[in-house]
């Protein structure tokens, strides 16, 4: 079974979309031992959250593309990269705030190794955070909706002229 993970990325860096417009990309650059080892871990075809660090969202899903190889930005060859490609957008972005409000994610290294920037997410913890955020983007629609004039009894507009004075 494909395992599951997260990686922290900067917007300003390296945004969710720039991986989409890119198509695919190498992930290198990390320094940390722990997320070294959790990139060593990745199999191809494992999906990972794409989340924003200044911004404290889970913003899409990618997938592996290429497991763990020297990275090439590295002096040393203990550091490793893997090529990632987009799969989809979320519907809504999951705030680090929702995420930590929820008791099914207490859990999630996101909340207990903040400063972890490659992780595990556990298939129960990615369903939630699947599920918070289509109910985000549920909420986002009618919020959005009550809004619209239509829905406050505003009348409809037929796009002729009314009649002249």
Not at 65 to 74: E, K, N, Q
Not at 146 to 151: H, K, L
């Amino acid at each position: 079974m494909a395992k599951r993970w997260l990686l922290k990325s900067e917007p300003e860096i390296y945004p969710y979309s720039k991986l989409v417009s890119d198509g695919r990309t190498v992930w290198d650059g990390v320094r940390n031992p722990q997320a070294r080892n959790n990139l060593a871990a990745m199999a191809v075809g494992d999906l990972v959250f794409f989340y924003h660090s200044h911004d404290k969202e889970v913003v899409g899903v990618a997938k592996v593309l290429r497991t763990a190889f020297p990275d090439p930005t590295a002096d040393d060859e203990r550091w490793l990269a893997v090529e990632l490609a987009p799969v989809e957008a979320l519907p809504a972005p999951v705030s680090l705030d929702a995420i930590k409000a929820d008791p099914a994610l207490r859990a999630l290294q996101l909340v207990t190794h903040s400063r972890l920037s490659v992780m595990p997410v556990g298939a129960a913890q990615w369903a939630r955070i699947e599920a918070l955020s289509r109910e985000a983007s549920r909420s986002a629609t009618t919020a959005a909706a009550a809004a619209s004039p239509r829905s406050r009894g505003a009348p409809r507009r037929s796009g002729r002229p009314g009649p002249r004075a």
